[in-house]
């Protein structure tokens, strides 16, 4: 039986609170949208469909990003709920933990691009929904922020892009294996999938046995790979409207612009920050993106199969 400390309430607590506000921010740009005739309206646009019409493709990309963004809260939250139960019993083991022996999980350099990716995107989220509900007093200077703070979030996607082309290409060369060197292409893996369901049904059914991951388990996987669906879906857009205006190809950009950045915004509320931060193993936050290290315990458990390799190297 649980054991309801006060740090496990104040991990609900928590975990309730980011929920609640992820909720509220979903059904005031999609759910509410949906609920006031979107779903009617998506029939229609499917029983007339127009792919070469920019009008035809914003009006149904309207509809199927709120759509998308209320499945992604529903999935988040079954997600951040589960592994709070799945862990209740242990709650602050992370925390508490005196492991000698620590291993290295995030290099200088990637700890940089994390840092360096929060404040661009909190910026950018900021001024954006700030220029949405018209909350500055000088537009201009909000929309200049805006687009330095995306521009700069764009440096480094590219940097980064290219510097895992590069490693891969010479990975490639020497023979090595690209899956075995390079543990983000997991997601292209059923090991992807099969972890996934598994995480999902282990919280309403204790005969499902975990998965054994990688050095990534599966929501950390699809953030990786969502930065870049969301350089493409957003920053692209964004960057053609700096160029051409928001009215470009029929507000259609605008659209893209625009709900991608409430999926992502209402993704990290609710999923990142209740399950990498607020989840009862290490409430109140889990300090890896700061130190770059875990006790390889913890990595024994959560990412057994990294511990393996990482024992097998030394």
Not at 158 to 172: C, N, S
Not at 187 to 204: E, H, I, N, T, W
Request: glycine content about 8%; proline content about 3%.
């Amino acid at each position: 039986m649980t054991k309801w400390t006060p740090r496990l309430i104040a991990s609900l607590v928590a975990t309730a609170i980011t929920l609640g506000i992820g909720w509220a921010f979903v059904y005031e740009y999609s759910l509410r949208l949906l609920m006031a005739g979107g779903l009617d309206k998506l029939g229609k646009l499917l029983a007339s469909i127009n792919l070469g019409s920019t009008a035809w493709w914003r009006d149904f990309l309207a509809v199927a990003f709120d759509v998308l963004v209320v499945l992604v809260a529903i999935v988040g939250t079954w997600w951040v709920l589960g592994h709070f139960a799945l862990e209740a019993s242990e709650v602050g083991k992370w925390r508490r933990h005196k492991e000698e022996v620590y291993v290295e999980r995030f290099t200088v350099w990637q700890r940089v691009q994390h840092i360096w990716m929060i404040i661009t995107f909190v910026i950018c989220a900021f001024t954006g929904l700030g220029l949405q509900a018209r909350m500055f007093s000088s537009r201009a200077d909000a929309i200049t922020l805006h687009v330095i703070s995306g521009l700069t979030m764009g440096v480094l996607v590219i940097i980064h892009f290219f510097q895992y082309l590069t490693e891969a290409a010479l990975a490639k060369a020497k023979g090595e294996s690209l899956r075995e060197r390079f543990p983000m292409l997991d997601f292209y893996s059923m090991r992807f999938l099969r972890g996934f369901v598994k995480d999902l049904l282990r919280s309403v059914s204790s005969k499902v046995k975990p998965e054994k991951y990688g050095k990534y388990d599966p929501e950390q996987l699809f953030e990786y790979w969502g930065i870049y669906w969301g350089m493409a879906v957003l920053g692209i857009p964004g960057l053609l409207m700096f160029l051409y205006g928001r009215g470009f190809m029929d507000g259609l950009l605008y659209v893209m612009h625009t709900k991608e950045a409430v999926l992502a915004v209402s993704f990290l509320i609710m999923v990142h920050m209740a399950y990498t931060h607020f989840r009862p193993k290490v409430f109140p936050m889990d300090t890896t993106f700061i130190t770059g290290k875990v006790p390889l315990k913890r990595a024994e458990e959560e990412h057994p199969l990294w511990a393996e390799k990482l024992k097998e190297g030394g």
